[in-house]
């Protein structure tokens, strides 16, 4: 069975724009629901590019979300041009944040974000490092595991 | 089965978003101000009580697969938040209990029910 992309997009975010956070996020839903892939599958895409997106809302300048779709499973990576993380050990802790008391107002920054992107995937990979902001790879595999 | 429309009865609630159907079932409750809570720990399926009102809440419990949203204490969503919700065939409602009063209508509802089980 092959495995090449039958969809790629490119969804740029930019920083700060919390009127159009979750734009992203819900075409990505979308896209994967026309497809015809599992609702299990598409939850955890949605929820994880809904957290990756809201990251790049909060602390960077702007950011890409890359999406790529195979029959077997949906890949994101997610580049931003933000402060990056010095301690990644420590933000991936659950309940670690740097949230701003806004944030916080909106419902968010309650230090689950990276936790729970994590949680939905398959595979997770982040590098990041002061001044040369965060990357991550976000792997789901098609009828995967459930959160 | 528990429908949006003992939810509605049960909370004095008024549906924000009309034509949306009341048959849906809501077989859990989650009640949070903080929508990574939603994200993180909500069952597809639920229904959400909350006291935010902005359009996040719509987005998460739309990228969440939430049945539906009660916005507690009065607290009412704009009119563009509630075309979103309408566009993402969400159902809103709108209670002016408080969030505890709320929680505890529906919790006597759901175990009234699970006693007549």
């Given at each position: 069975?092959?495995d090449r ?8 975010v ?12 819900c ?6 629901k ?8 598409v ?18 300048r ?10 077997r499973?949906v ?13 990644v050990?420590?933000a991936m ?13 909106l ?5 689950m ?27 789901i595999?098609?009828?995967g595991?459930?959160? | 089965?528990?429908?949006?429309k ?11 978003t009309?034509?949306?159907p ?19 720990s ?9 006291g ?9 419990c ?5 049945a ?8 009412r ?30 919790a ?5 029910r699970?006693d007549?089980?």
């Open positions: 069975m092959t992309a039958v969809l790629r997009r490119e969804f740029p930019k920083g700060g724009d919390f009127a159009k956070a979750g734009v992203v996020a075409r990505i839903k979308d896209l994967l026309e497809l015809g892939l599992d609702v299990g599958t939850r955890r895409a949605a929820i994880a590019s809904y957290e990756a997106e809201m990251n790049i809302i909060m602390y960077a702007e950011g890409l979300v890359k999406l790529a779709v195979s029959p499973r890949r994101i990576m997610v580049d931003d041009k933000g402060p990056g993380i010095p301690d050990d420590l802790t659950e309940g670690y944040s740097t949230a701003t008391p806004e944030m916080r107002e419902g968010f920054g309650a230090g974000g990276l936790p729970n992107i994590k949680k939905n995937a398959d595979r997770f990979r982040i590098e990041s490092g002061v001044g040369r902001g965060t990357h991550l790879e976000i792997i595999n098609a009828n595991h459930q959160p | 089965m528990i429908t949006l003992d939810i509605l009865t049960r909370v004095d609630g008024e549906l924000l009309p034509g949306s009341l048959d849906i079932p809501c077989s859990k409750i989650f009640a949070s101000d903080l929508m990574s809570d939603v994200l993180t909500a069952e597809p399926g639920s229904l959400l009580l909350t935010l009102a902005n359009p996040h809440v719509v987005c998460t739309a990228l969440a697969d939430l539906a949203v009660v916005f507690v204490q009065g607290k969503p704009d009119a563009a938040v509630i075309e979103q919700a309408r566009s993402r065939s969400l159902p809103l409602v709108a209670t002016r209990l408080p969030m505890f009063e709320a929680c505890s209508r529906l006597a509802l759901f175990g009234r699970s007549d089980r």
